[in-house]
């Protein structure tokens, strides 16, 4: 019976994970996803067409890369969590499935990196110039609003 419920449970959180991960966050609060953050910077840094479509093609490139990614770390904490909910634990379930959660982790962060990195070598030494002081000037504003989103882009 346990294995039945927990076999629902599971099924009922994978089908509406895909609601989750449908889209950007926080509609109804106003808050801007961050890729509307990123457009509202990269919009004042002047970009040629050329560099606006390029950009373009790596922001999709980039979401075609991590959301697999995203989606099977969401799936991962589900299942550890419902894991930490038995009475009888399997620790090297649970273990094995922090090691699976890290790694992913860990190639969402390496994708993320590299999409920083051939973002910013689309840009003029002079647009990457004022591209770093936009970040700084909203990361200050991030960390004394304290909405907690300060920090790396």
Known sequence: MKKI?????????????????????????G???KWEMEESTISKLDLTEEQREKIGV???????????????AFEKKVE??????????????????????????????EKSTDYRLAFRSILTPEQASKFVALIGARDQHHRKSGDGQGGTK
């Open 80 to 109: 550890i969590r419902l894991l930490w909910k038995q009475i009888k634990l399997d620790p090297a379930k649970i273990k094995s499935l922090e090691k699976e959660i890290h790694s992913l982790m860990g190639q969402l962060r």
């Open 58 to 72: 790596l922001r999709e490139s980039f979401q075609k890369e991590i959301t697999p990614l995203r989606s099977q």
């Open 5 to 29: 419920s927990l076999l629902v449970a599971m099924i009922f959180i994978l089908a509406s994970s895909g609601f989750v991960l449908a889209g950007p966050k926080d509609k109804a609060s």
């Open 31 to 33: 808050k801007k996803s």
